[in-house]
């Protein structure tokens, strides 16, 4: 018997979430749509990753990698190689495991996140919310999928196809590094 695996319909809000996570200064509210988990994160002023989810995730730095839609607010990035930048509204951000952020003036940061929220602000070992992020694990066909989703989402707004394109090409890249069983770099190391 073959198994139907076409896409349904489904139609989802962030008003009525599947699971709520709070943390100092903070929040994020997942929603379980199409075989995926997507995040909103919305962090208030004064909220740091260093000081707000570090206690949480018992990691130096975030090792959760992202791939976020900036909705509202600023937010500053450091990268584990010192690097330092602004995400704003309107802005898509890929980042790699190993990342400090902190909220900028005096404004709600929202952030849709389709890749690391689902292990976002879990308690580490906590088996009934999942334990720690699996970082360094090879990424898998379906982390592929939201990429591709999100890529889509951002296409459709810059009304360009060069992020198609890319995600064509990284989403054959994920395939094929997966049947080698082999880690796949990240959106930054795809460049």
């Known amino acids: 018997m073959t198994q139907d695996t076409r896409q349904r319909t489904e139609q989802r809000d962030f008003a009525s979430p599947d699971e709520v996570r709070a943390f100092g200064h903070g929040r994020l509210e997942l929603l379980r749509i199409g075989d995926s988990e997507i995040g909103r994160l919305v962090l208030q002023p004064g ?3 260093s000081e707000h989810v570090k206690p949480i995730a018992g990691t130096e730095l975030c090792e959760a990698p992202h791939f976020q839609y900036h909705v509202a607010g600023t937010l500053r990035i450091r990268t584990a190689d010192g690097a330092e930048f602004d995400a704003t509204p309107g802005q898509v951000t890929s980042l790699p495991a190993g990342h400090d952020a902190w909220v900028v003036g005096d404004e709600d940061v ?3 996140d389709w890749w690391g929220a689902s292990n976002y602000a879990r308690l580490q070992g906590d088996p009934e919310h999942g334990g720690n992020y699996r970082a360094g694990q090879p990424y898998s066909i379906a982390v592929a999928a ?4 999100a890529l889509e989402i951002a296409e459709a707004a810059a009304n360009s196809d060069r992020p198609i394109r890319m995600a064509k090409m990284i989403f054959r890249a994920i395939f094929m590094a997966s ?5 796949v770099p990240l959106f930054s190391e795809c460049r």
């Open 110 to 112: 929202v952030v849709v």
């Open 179 to 183: 049947l080698r069983q082999e880690r």
């Open 146 to 149: 939201e990429a591709c989703v």
């Open 47 to 49: 909220w740091r990753w």
